[in-house]
């Protein structure tokens, strides 16, 4: 069946000597495609350009249920992004986020908010000047599309990481408290348009990162400690 959808690129791994894997968040779902001869001299009809970490396309595929890989017929970038070429902190989240979202997201089935959600959340990072925290409130709101979002916020004394709940009696010991539960916090209480008002240094950035990293592992069963996260942190050094 020929169908034409939006599309987000989570990944692209060589296949072989000429060809490429991609991996996709589409309006329909995960799909992955191989791209034929991409890396052959006399090159097939796409551009590796279009398959850079979330990316955002409309590919027009043939889709059959007994197969697991798809074959693109057509292609286009459905909206460029126009500063985060240029930026090197906002394309080192892109590749940070891509790895997480590469992990995280297994269900192939149709999820239309989240799609919405990350084509959106994208979009107003490339029309920020400004995007030190970007990283930290969009894997916040991923929790919400996963299923784990914290319950909403109350004055405790802890957050239970496991529960996803605030609170002021320990039930497990992964949970924060102190100076690290006031940064969860003042995350958690802002939206997208007040980030540039969190005044988090190195330190309270990073630590609010190790704290959302662990939310993910206790709550993701498989979920890995994306590489990047290490290139990361060196940006914002």
């Known amino acids: 069946m020929l169908i034409t959808s939006k599309a987000i690129v989570l990944n692209a791994i060589k296949y072989g000597d000429n060809d490429l894997i991609v991996k996709c968040y589409t309006e329909q779902g995960l799909r992955t495609y191989l791209i034929k001869r991409i890396f052959k001299q006399s090159k097939?009809?796409?551009?590796i350009a279009y398959f850079q970490p979330l990316t955002q396309l409309e590919i027009t595929?043939?889709?059959?249920?007994n197969r697991s890989l798809?074959?693109?017929?057509?292609?286009?970038?459905?909206?460029?992004y126009t500063t985060i070429p240029t930026?090197?902190?906002?394309q080192t989240m892109l590749v940070f986020l891509s790895e997480v979202l590469t992990n995280a997201l297994r269900e192939e089935e149709e999820n239309l908010e989240l799609f919405h959600y990350l084509e959106t959340a994208f979009f107003w990072l490339d029309s920020q000047e400004e995007a030190a925290n970007f990283h930290l409130k969009f894997l916040m709101n991923l929790t919400k599309?996963?299923?784990?979002?914290p319950e909403k916020e109350?004055?405790?004394?802890?957050?239970d990481l496991l529960e996803g709940k605030f609170t002021d009696h320990i039930t497990s010991k992964h949970y924060i408290s102190g100076e690290k539960l006031i940064y969860f916090k003042q995350l958690y209480g802002t939206n997208f348009e007040g980030l540039d008002k969190l005044?988090?240094?190195?330190?309270s950035r990073q630590s609010l990162l190790e704290t959302l990293i662990q939310y993910f592992e206790l709550h993701l069963p498989g979920f890995r400690k994306p590489k990047s996260l290490e290139v990361l942190k060196m940006v914002f050094n």
């Open 44 to 47: 097939g009809k796409f551009s």
């Open 145 to 149: 599309y996963l299923g784990f979002y």
């Open 87 to 90: 930026n090197v902190v906002k």
């Open 70 to 80: 798809h074959f693109i017929n057509d292609i286009k970038i459905s909206r460029p």
């Open 61 to 65: 595929a043939n889709y059959k249920n």
């Open 199 to 203: 005044k988090f240094n190195k330190k």
């Open 154 to 159: 109350k004055q405790s004394l802890y957050f």
